[in-house]
């Protein structure tokens, strides 16, 4: 038997958007709700590539630009190809509480 766990939240549970450096590892955390404009460059001066979709048309949308532009983003980051790749910071859940699925010990 396979035990899958996943950890599901909101969007409004976002702490930080994380940006580390391909080449040097080193990392950026900005807050998402101050974020006016991405980082061009790491703290080390390696430049970061924002400009790599050619075919990524803007709707009027936020929610379908999200959805649409996190494809394109993941398939980018599969290349390795901007630069950097991103993170999503959450604060640790206080209590998780783990449920056996298997109906023999549903007792």
């Not at 394109?72 to 206080?94: H, M, Q, V, W």
């Not at 449920?99 to 549903?106: A, F």
Request: aromatic share 10%.
């Amino acid at each position: 038997m396979t035990f899958e766990q996943k950890l599901v939240a909101g969007l409004e549970e976002i702490k930080g958007i994380v940006f580390e450096c391909n080449e040097c590892k080193s990392r950026i955390v900005i807050s998402p709700d101050s974020v006016d404009a991405p980082p061009l460059h790491c703290p080390r001066n390696h430049h970061w590539d924002w400009n790599l979709i050619d075919d990524y048309d803007k709707t009027s949308s936020p929610f379908v630009s999200f959805l649409l532009g996190l494809k394109k983003i993941r398939d980018k980051a599969r290349e390795r190809s901007a630069g950097f790749k991103i993170f999503l910071e959450f604060n640790r859940p206080e209590h998780v509480s783990y449920q056996s699925q298997d109906p023999k010990n549903s007792n």
